[in-house]
């Protein structure tokens, strides 16, 4: 009888979300309500948790939980720390979910919510969270392994060392784009800049109170370091009312990048313990919080999707960003479907603290699972707003105009009708001088948030308080990836420095931490402070990389993981990691060539060079605009060589990788694993 009913309620909630799902697919002519996507979304996660992730779990990868992990065997306090599964999901979830689940939705419903919306919640089922959980669990088996080291083990010395040149070098332009996104989210905000400065030290409050205080006693922390994140969001406004803390807080772009530049290097070198994990843990709460307040204020306020499935846009003139829906709505949302940055996660920090191989399936398909969910909460916020309003935010000046009146009026040429006076009056009520260009998703999302929860609380009276609300909340999402990504990217250059000095490879060795610390901090913060002195843009200009790079990161990561899982004699299950592995190099190679070669010069790098250097060379701009054009056509061809390079060096580890995959398959080599030897865990299950 319990059986029975096991197996209904899961066929109601799979045929539940396979109607909500044809809803969102299918209505046509008329707006769609929310709640399917919430529904669609709940659903197909429950079914993928309930059964997918328990496939993978015991029949591709066998977890054990009487395996020693790494955190118990090699705890030191610093860098291995046994640390409970639901502290470890909350470091996971926070260092993972940064400002691609938020923005990339947001930028891609230029194209319709139908293409984001199925990716998002597709993507993240069959791709995102398999990385995730199988990367996790290989370097579980590994000490805690880093991504570049496995390929160097597993693929061949030769794809290794390419792995780990191409990941760290990716690494710090992702990060370098991620920190110059944090600095224009809290630049000139001293509500935003105080919060965040505030949970800094509850974080290491938090950090010493489990570790020292009350051992082991996570629910006390949580409920203190909640209580003082609630706090320090509400003096964030008291110290923007006050004029000397005001002023104290409100921070210039090279004052901000100096201070995340200090920060990162201080959450990269000190005890995770301390700073890292339990900080991340505080932001998981605002972050989880937030997203589930967000669903619930959906489900309360029921808001019309206004956006229509599928704009004008598909055919790749869109105002946003030039491109067709492939390859480019995969690129753009990369976090919240599939993204390579995890991989760098799930082999860094995290399978240095789970003390069981078990909790790798909630960590690594569960975390993967509720970014995925913000990603479409991001969507359904984004296209809950007027199109025309929407296109006025998100529009660059050059394409609709720089005046209200321009810009409705280009807007509405499309078929997005919107007058001067609404754009007026929204910004207004939000508390802005103006909403018009405010190009990267951010500021648009945040109106699509403040709207949804004012409709649930406080009315348009609230509404400019939850517009900053989700400001802030947008920075703090990507803050918890700015310090976990720097204390991977140390473990990465350790790696390649123990072959120069070994003891520089060792991550217990603090003289090794510090040095390592500072080259990491030092090479995205020089692009970052660059960035935020440049008139131009500087490092904005490798904005569009920041897609390409992060993809092309989840193709090594599931080039590494098919390797493993034929190494471990599960060929007949490599399909789970082969299928978006074919996926995404066929993606990436699309978009990376059209990038480079695209004779758009909106969409091409090196065609926008040629025009601008057209224009120069006749004398067609005025002599202040020739340096700009300068550095653009500069930073153009300089987009192309990344790309380019980061290509090759792809393309050379699938080679390495195809070779290795042949001569397993043939029998000509023995699939020799480098796991660690099987040591019994000394842990109770109890308490464990």
């Given amino acids: ?187 000139e905000s001293p509500w935003a800049a105080s919060t965040l400065f505030m949970t800094i030290p509850i974080a290491m409050l938090m950090g010493v109170y489990m570790r020292f205080w009350r051992p082991g006693r996570v629910l006390e922390a949580s409920v203190l370091g909640f209580a003082l994140v609630l706090l320090a969001v509400v003096a964030g406004q008291w110290v923007a009312d006050a004029p000397r803390w005001a002023a104290v807080f409100t921070l210039t772009g090279p004052a901000l990048a100096i201070a995340v530049i200090i920060y990162g290097f201080a959450a990269s070198a000190l005890p995770v313990w301390l700073l890292l994990a339990p900080r991340d843990y505080l932001s998981a709460f605002i972050k989880v919080g937030a997203i589930l307040a967000l669903a619930g204020g959906i489900l309360i306020v029921r808001p019309a999707i206004l956006m229509p499935p599928l704009t004008r846009f598909v055919d790749g003139t869109g105002p946003v960003f030039a491109g067709k829906i492939f390859p480019f709505c995969f690129i753009t949302i990369a976090c919240g479907a599939v993204s390579g940055f ?27 699972l509720m970014e995925s969910f913000v990603g479409v909460m991001a969507m359904v916020a984004a296209c809950a707003l007027h199109p025309g309003v929407y296109f006025a935010i998100n529009s660059p000046a050059g394409i609709v105009g720089a005046t209200v009146e321009k810009a409705a009026a280009t807007i509405s040429m499309w078929g997005y009708p919107v007058d001067a006076a609404t754009l007026e009056a929204l910004a207004a009520r939000v508390g802005e001088r103006t909403l018009l260009n405010r190009t990267g998703g951010a500021p648009s999302l945040a109106v699509g948030m403040a709207q949804i929860f004012s409709g649930t609380i406080g009315g348009d009276r609230l509404l400019g308080i939850w517009y900053h609300f989700a400001i802030m909340f947008e920075a703090l999402f990507i803050l918890t990836v700015l310090d976990a990504g720097t204390r991977v990217g140390r473990f990465m250059v350790q790696e390649l420095l123990g072959h120069v000095y070994a003891p520089l490879g060792r991550t217990s060795w603090y003289p090794s931490v510090l040095v390592t610390s ?171």
């Fill in 1 to 187: 009888m319990r059986q029975a009913l096991t197996i209904a309620l899961w066929t109601a909630i799979a045929l539940m979300g396979a109607g909500a799902l044809a809803s969102i697919a299918f209505t046509r002519g008329e707006p769609v309500s929310a709640i399917w996507f919430v529904l669609a979304a709940a659903c197909t996660y429950l079914v993928a948790y309930r059964f997918y992730s328990a496939f993978l779990a015991a029949r591709v990868l066998g977890l054990d939980d009487t395996r020693a992990t790494p955190a118990e065997r090699l705890d030191d306090g610093r860098d291995f720390c046994p640390t409970s599964k639901w502290v470890v999901i909350g470091h996971h979830f926070a260092a993972i979910a940064g400002p691609g689940p938020l923005v990339g939705p947001t930028l891609a419903a230029q194209f319709g919510y139908l293409p984001g919306t199925l990716w998002l919640i597709l993507g993240a089922v069959l791709g995102g969270c398999v990385q995730d959980f199988v990367i996790l669990f290989c370097s579980l088996r590994r000490n805690g392994k880093s991504l570049g080291q496995m390929a160097r083990e597993e693929v061949s010395r030769r794809g290794g060392m390419i792995a780990i040149v191409s990941v760290l070098a990716i690494m710090i332009i992702l990060l370098a784009v991620v920190a110059l996104v944090v600095v224009n989210a809290l630049k």
């Fill in 342 to 368: 995890h991989a760098l996660i799930a082999s860094g920090t995290t399978p240095k603290l789970l003390m069981r191989e078990g909790h790798a399936r909630l960590v690594g398909y569960g975390a993967m």
């Fill in 518 to 688: 500072g080259l990491i901090v030092g090479g995205w913060g020089y692009f970052l402070y660059q960035g935020v002195r440049d008139p131009l843009g500087g490092i904005n200009s490798l904005w569009p990389l920041f897609g390409i790079s992060n993809q092309l990161l989840s193709a090594v990561a599931l080039v590494v993981a098919t390797t493993i899982l034929l190494k471990m004699g599960r060929g007949r299950w490599a399909w789970v990691t082969l299928a978006p592995m074919a996926w995404l190099v066929t993606v990436t190679m699309t978009a990376s060539y059209q990038k480079i070669f695209h004779p758009d010069p909106r969409i091409g790098f090196l065609a926008q060079a040629r025009v601008l250097g057209d224009q120069i060379a006749g004398g067609l701009l005025p002599p202040d605009k020739v340096a700009q054009a300068e550095r653009l056509i500069f930073n153009n061809r300089l987009d192309a060589a990344v790309t380019a390079l980061f290509v090759v060096l792809i393309v050379i580890l699938i080679a390495e990788a195809l070779y290795e995959w042949y001569r397993i398959i043939s029998g000509r080599t023995v699939a020799a694993l480098q796991e660690t030897p099987h040591v019994p865990t000394q842990w109770a299950e109890a308490g464990r």
